[in-house]
């Protein structure tokens, strides 16, 4: 009988991997991954669309502003104080208890807004016009218009702050 040798007496084969595994269905991790990114991107948006309306609001605030300030500089009157008074109270109304607001006129509403960010300028800076200069017939002419807005921007800013 013919010697016989080490390969013929094993039968060994070739090595064959087994084929890889499918790309879908993914695996768990890769389901969990998902759904967290698209928990953080729905977050992301939702914050995204609430700073870009109070932007918009902002914006709108500002030019208002703006507006009232040309008008002011123009002729002093009381309607655009009135109109400023009115935009003031409805940004209280927005941030402030309605209970605590919206009842307030004249010394009242001047020591609510110095007490909410006005430091003094409106019970006795040049925002003080805001309690009576409304009710008069005819404003003078040496309302100080600048002070004035400067008092009313700064106690928006401080009032509208960032979206939370």
């Known amino acids: 009988m013919a010697p016989v040798s080490a390969e013929q007496a094993l039968q060994l084969r070739d090595i064959h991997l087994p084929p890889s595994p499918p790309w879908w269905p993914p695996a768990p991790g890769w389901w969990m991954l998902a759904i967290v990114v698209l928990l953080l991107l729905g977050y ?3 914050r995204g669309a ?3 309306r109070h932007h918009r609001r902002l914006h709108a605030l500002q030019c208002a502003l703006d507006d009232i300030e040309r008008a002011l ?3 002093p009157a009381p309607q655009p104080l009135a109109r400023l008074s009115a935009l003031l109270k409805r940004v209280a109304l927005s941030r402030h208890p309605r209970a ?3 009842a307030l006129s004249g010394r009242a509403w001047l020591s609510f ?3 909410t960010g006005g430091d003094g300028a409106f019970v006795a800076g040049p925002a003080q ?3 009576e200069g409304v009710y008069q017939a005819r404003i003078d002419d040496a309302l ?3 002070g004035l807005m400067v008092a009313v921007r700064r106690w928006v800013d ?3 702050g960032v979206p939370q």
Do not use: H, T, Y
Request: hydrophobic content about 65%.
């Open 158 to 160: 401080r009032n509208i």
């Open 113 to 115: 807004l110095d007490r």
């Open 129 to 131: 016009v805001l309690a």
């Open 50 to 52: 609430r700073a870009w």
């Open 144 to 146: 100080d218009v600048p």
């Open 73 to 75: 500089l123009a002729a």
């Open 44 to 46: 992301l948006a939702w």
């Open 100 to 102: 605590e607001v919206a």
